[in-house]
């Protein structure tokens, strides 16, 4: 088989699993990880969050290892916009985050401040656009060796522009902080 070839069949795989997971209302996008819940829990799971949310069509479930938290959900309504639902092991909600239609977001229920000091909005609520998603995606995978981002955010700590969370290739889960010229400000394992 010629590399050609090769590489055509890796991409027709990844797609048609994709097609296939779309049925039933619900979309996973990109590859599975380890973090990404299936089967039936992952639809007790979808049916929590659309309860909260009210409408629209699931299109991430994954476990969270943050203290207090079982699952993230993300779920987007008709009109685009989307709505990141945070459960605990007993699917109560503990946090809601809302895209507005102007693309910001509304943390009415989110645990964060939404204002600074000094009254601005907090630098951590910017939306990001996709040229600093990828930049930041990028220095954050050369900074552990490679592997794949799989969220990265604006950051409201002093000195860091972008808080960027990585699996390596390895497995390895990694925090990188990144300044505004996309530079690693710190590194460290998530364990």
């Known amino acids: 088989m010629n ?3 090769l590489r055509r ?4 795989v990844p797609a048609v699993a994709v097609v296939a997971l779309g ?6 996008a990109g590859t599975a990880s380890a973090d990404q819940v299936g089967g039936g829990e992952r639809d007790r799971v979808s049916a929590a969050a659309l309860r909260t949310v009210g409408e629209g069509r699931v299109t991430s479930v994954e476990t ?3 203290r207090g938290e079982a699952y993230e959900v993300e779920v987007t309504r008709a009109d685009g916009t989307e709505v990141d639902v945070v459960l605990d092991d007993e699917l109560g909600v503990v946090g809601r985050e809302d895209d507005r239609a102007d693309g910001d977001r509304d943390d009415r229920t989110d645990r964060d401040d939404v204002t600074d000091d000094d009254g601005t909005t907090d630098r951590d609520d910017r939306v990001l656009s996709a040229t600093e998603r990828d930049r930041a995606a990028a220095a954050a995978e050369e900074a552990v060796g490679g592997g794949t ?3 990265v955010e604006a950051s409201d ?13 390895d497995g390895t889960e990694w925090d990188v ?5 996309f530079a690693v400000v710190d590194q460290r394992e998530d364990r």
């Open 3 to 5: 590399t050609r070839t």
């Open 9 to 12: 069949k890796r991409v027709l």
């Open 23 to 28: 049925v039933g209302g619900t979309v996973w």
């Open 64 to 66: 969270s290892d943050d």
């Open 149 to 151: 981002a799989t969220d």
């Open 157 to 169: 700590d002093r000195g860091t522009a972008y808080d960027v969370e990585v699996r390596a290739t």
């Open 177 to 181: 902080d990144l300044d505004d010229a």
